[in-house]
Structure formats: C-alpha cells, structure tokens
C-alpha cells in the first residue's frame, strides 16, 4: 500500500506483522477521493477500524487539517504511528487502539469526513449501532460524509429516514458508500434544544 496523491505521495504503508488487512486497492482510492473532491481540504477526519491508515493517511496528505484513527489491534494501531511518521503528519494524526463501538469516545466535535471500514464479517448489529452514535453524538457535521466500505454481500443498509445515499460504487469485491446526515434525522442534543 501506498500513498497516491498529495504531500506525502508514493509513501509506502506498512501494516503490523503476522496481521492481515484488507487493503483498499489504489484504483478504488483513488476513484473515492475523486468522488470526495474538495471536501476533502481541511477537513477533520475520523477513520474508522483504520488498519494501517491508509485513508486517513491519504486525506491529510490531500490537505485534511486533521486525523482521528480509531483502530481495536494494538499493534495495528502502531503501525499507524509508524506510518504517519514515515509520511511526515504526525502532528495531524492521533492515533487510538480502542475497540469500536466505545473507542467513539475519544472522538472530539464533529468531523467532516468520516471513513469506516469495517470487517465484511462485521456483526450487523455493531454496524447499526455505530451509524445510532455517530448521528446521536453529532460527530459528522451537517454537509459531511461519511464513507462506508462494505461487502457486497452485507446485509446492513443505514436507515433511509437517517442517512442521504450521495453516490455508490461497486468494485467487484468491495462497495463504497457515501452518506450524509438526511435533513431532519439530526442528532438528539440538537433536536432536545
């Protein structure tokens, strides 16, 4: 894996040994970075189940502003240390080794681009419940997105009355998603207020 745009492109990525990741191919980064645009420019980010970082990694070096990595193996999460270094944004990216769904309390205010790769085995109710706390805790901000890679094969869509379907691209083995926050379905504090 490597970085393909930006600052630091061509920096190769590097995963913890005897752990397997399932890579985003460079094709397909590139194609959701090309459907992200500009909102990709000074953006808080929070990725996900980050594996290496690869996405996270690849918005600062895009011109995100910041990086929040949220990844349950701790060696794994290392080697995001490791690879922020290796690309020169350590002083972008914060690195936590959190097990979702109570990692998503290191999260702070609201992020305009959320990246969440999951495992394709990843239990539906898991997936449910992240989708309830992201819109809850208001971590994606009113024109954010968040970017969902998935199965095809899963059997988890968000709920249509909560989340905007922006755009879908199905790479053969991996489907990505992108979702806003639907107009209306914000989060409880906001709607308490």
Same mark, same amino acid.
């Given at each position: 894996?490597?970085?393909?745009?930006?600052?630091?492109?061509?920096?190769?990525?590097?995963?913890?040994?005897?752990?397997?990741?399932?890579?985003?191919?460079?094709?397909?980064?590139?194609?959701?970075?090309? $459907?992200?645009?500009?909102?990709?420019?000074?953006?808080?980010?929070?990725?996900?189940?980050?594996?290496?970082?690869?996405?996270?990694?690849?918005?600062?070096?895009?011109?995100? !502003?910041?990086? *929040?990595? =949220?990844?349950?193996?701790?060696?794994?999460?290392?080697?995001?240390?490791?690879?922020?270094?290796?690309? %020169?944004?350590?002083?972008?990216?914060?690195?936590?080794?959190?097990?979702?769904?109570?990692?998503?309390?290191?999260?702070?205010?609201?992020?305009?681009? =959320?990246?969440?790769?999951?495992?394709?085995?990843?239990?539906?109710?898991?997936?449910?419940?992240?989708?309830? !706390?992201?819109?809850?805790?208001?971590?994606?901000?009113?024109?954010?997105?968040?970017?969902?890679? %998935?199965?095809?094969?899963?059997?988890?869509?968000?709920?249509? *009355?909560?989340?905007?379907?922006?755009?879908?691209?199905?790479?053969? *083995?991996?489907?990505?998603?992108?979702?806003?926050?639907?107009?209306?379905?914000?989060? $409880?504090?906001?709607?308490?207020?």
């Amino acid at each position: 894996m490597r970085v393909i745009a930006g600052t630091a492109r061509g920096t190769r990525l590097y995963g913890a040994k005897d752990r397997r990741v399932r890579p985003v191919l460079d094709r397909v980064k590139e194609s959701m970075f090309a $459907a992200l645009g500009e909102r990709v420019e000074g953006a808080r980010v929070l990725d996900l189940f980050a594996g290496v970082g690869n996405l996270g990694i690849e918005a600062l070096s895009r011109g995100a !502003l910041e990086a *929040d990595f =949220i990844e349950g193996h701790r060696a794994t999460a290392e080697a995001i240390k490791s690879n922020l270094e290796r690309a %020169h944004l350590s002083a972008r990216g914060r690195v936590y080794a959190l097990k979702l769904p109570a990692g998503l309390r290191v999260a702070r205010g609201r992020y305009g681009l =959320i990246f969440m790769d999951p495992p394709f085995r990843i239990e539906k109710r898991l997936l449910e419940g992240l989708f309830r !706390l992201i819109r809850e805790r208001g971590l994606l901000e009113t024109d954010g997105v968040l970017v969902y890679r %998935h199965s095809p094969h899963s059997k988890y869509e968000p709920p249509a *009355d909560q989340w905007s379907l922006y755009e879908r691209r199905d790479y053969g *083995d991996s489907i990505i998603s992108l979702f806003g926050i639907r107009p209306g379905a914000g989060d $409880a504090r906001r709607s308490n207020a």
